[in-house]
């Protein structure tokens, strides 16, 4: 109950943001929604499944992508929602061999296939005469804000629903150990797919909203790996046991790096990899697990 | 009536024949149990029938429907439920998570999250881990462990039980009690069983018949009493009489 309330609290105060705050704050509140967005729903996957993705940066670039080349051609709303099904479905057919392999391997194939995907689109620009694109007329920075605020409140609900829902439990029945979960009746292959997919489909729809923040497509700097190493770096030092974390983690890192940014640049990676030494090793259940939580019922 | 008959099943690792030609049924309410030498094929027969592997050869039917091919969870939902010999709990879910998951997909398919609750808590009282339903299920003992896997295959709603060795590692208190549940579970529950055992007092108890495998193939079947006077398989576990 008490965290229902915060968690309406905080919405409210995110939805009253643009009201009261310059355009620089709202863009930190942007950055802000989109890790929180790209965060709850990596944990859709990695931290249901067990299957770690250091590579979702693949489905936000693929929704830039296709948001610059529909952008004149559709109205925002489509676009976005192309962007999210484009993932979607990239997600669902990569997935079916990736999913084959567990752990590291798993860690390393995500990985790689971001970096491939990068070079296609690098090489397919190339063909089209195109080395980086300037998108005119779009939209202002509340419009996106507030797509935005939908979307990682949508990623947040979709956490809690799944976490709840008889999908979520053999998710994490398999998580535990595939090979009894199939053997109790849980239909794995199906399941692991879908939490791809999932996981994959709000990523899409930010990748286009950010593409439009950045009026600008360029493929090396969208396809960012840093964007992935952030999104795991938040999710463990948030905790992916619950939606608290991804919330708690964003927050705590985009508050960081302003202020590093502005007082310390150089320090700002630094300190990334010191943050993710110390959770991994004294509260591998991230800020969310050191909460004093009620008894947790997976 | 015949529930489950295997025909001429074998299975090829690499090079190495694991299981080659074995045929037998099982009726409906049987006890079956399977016996052999370390390595003799008895749990990669269970493998076989509950879909971990896919058979090399032969056929497999369950109640009139063919099995090759069939993933895992179709074979279980279509009643077919195996303990594992090296436990496999979902460690960091409750015990009652654990046993629940089971109630939710298996073949029982409980309705809703409170009826698969119930269908694992009943069951947990059966094999005595009522009172550890909250706990994780990684801090149960062996024992509890090997009583949790029972728990799980037995809430899944399957007619054929198979039993990988669930009394080995276990206290002789603790393999009386665990033959009381097996027998509880043939006769309220009315299961069909397969049990592979080492502890052969045990097996010849329980078993109105039993099949010897060794090097992966068959080498007798019948009744306890015939089996334990059977030269063959004295053979086998003691070396030839002289």
């Known amino acids: 109950m ?32 989109m890790y929180v967005a790209l965060t709850q729903s990596w944990t859709v996957l990695s931290g ?194 619950d939606m608290k974390g ?18 310390a640049p150089q320090l700002y990676m630094v300190l990334l990899g010191l943050l993710l030494i110390v959770f991994v090793l004294f509260a591998p259940q991230g800020l969310s697990g050191l909460l004093p939580a009620r008894r947790r019922t997976p | 009536m015949t529930l489950l008959a295997l025909r001429a099943v074998s299975k090829q690792f690499g090079g190495l024949r694991a299981l080659s030609d074995i045929s037998f049924d099982v009726a409906a309410g049987e006890i079956v149990g399977i016996m052999g030498a370390n390595g003799a094929g008895k749990t990669t027969l269970f493998s076989l029938i509950a879909g971990n592997e896919r058979p090399s050869g032969g056929t497999i039917v369950f109640d009139g429907r063919a099995l090759a091919g069939l993933p895992p969870h179709r074979i279980c939902r279509l009643g077919i439920a195996r303990t594992f010999q090296i436990v496999r709990p979902f460690g960091g879910l409750t015990v009652e998570d654990n046993v629940a998951t089971a109630a939710m997909f298996g073949a029982a398919q409980a ?61 002789p208190a603790e393999v009386a009690t665990m033959l009381e549940i097996v027998r509880r579970l043939h006769r309220e529950y009315g299961l069909t069983i397969l049990i592979i055992e080492h502890v052969m007092r045990a097996l010849m108890q329980l078993a109105g018949r039993i099949v010897v495998l060794h090097h992966g193939e068959k080498i007798a079947e019948g009744p306890p009493a015939a089996i334990g006077a059977d030269p063959r398989v004295h053979e086998v576990y003691f070396g030839a009489a002289a």
Do not use: C
């Open chain 1, 2 to 33: 008490r965290g229902a309330l915060a968690l309406a609290a905080l919405a409210l105060a995110a939805a009253a943001l643009p009201a009261v705050a310059g355009d620089y704050h709202v863009g930190v509140g942007l950055g802000l929604l």
């Open chain 1, 48 to 241: 249901m499944t067990g299957y770690v993705s250091l590579g979702h940066v693949v489905f936000y670039g693929l929704g830039a992508y296709v948001a610059v080349l529909l952008w004149g051609e559709a109205p925002l709303a489509a676009i976005v929602a192309l962007a999210a099904l484009a993932a979607f479905a990239f997600a669902a057919l990569i997935g079916l061999p990736a999913l084959r392999v567990r752990g590291p391997y798993f860690v390393i194939l995500t990985f790689g296939l971001a970096e491939l995907a990068k070079y296609v689109v690098i090489v397919v620009e190339g063909w089209l005469g195109k080395f980086s694109r300037v998108i005119f007329g779009a939209p202002d920075i509340e419009t996106l804000y507030y797509i935005m605020f939908g979307l990682a409140a949508a990623a947040t609900l979709m956490t809690f629903l799944v976490r709840r829902s008889r999908f979520g439990r053999g998710l994490l029945a398999l998580r535990e150990n595939e090979e009894a979960a199939e053997t109790v009746g849980v239909p794995t292959v199906r399941f692991k797919l879908l939490a791809y997919a999932l996981s994959a489909l709000i990523p899409g729809a930010v990748g286009s909203v950010m593409v439009l923040r950045q009026t600008y497509f360029e493929p090396a700097q969208i396809f960012d790996p840093v964007v992935s190493f952030t999104i795991v770096t938040m999710a463990v030092v948030g905790g992916s046991e």
């Open chain 1, 246 to 263: 991804p919330l708690l983690g964003a927050a705590g890192f985009v508050l960081l790096s302003e202020l590093l940014w502005a007082n």
């Open chain 2, 111 to 171: 309705a809703s999250p409170a009826a698969a609750a119930e269908r694992a808590l009943a069951v947990l009282a059966l094999v005595g881990l009522a009172e550890r339903a909250g706990d994780l299920a990684e801090t149960l003992t062996l024992s509890g462990q090997k009583r949790l896997e029972l728990a799980r295959a037995v809430a899944t709603g399957g007619r054929l039980l198979m039993l990988d060795e669930v009394m080995a590692g276990l206290t």
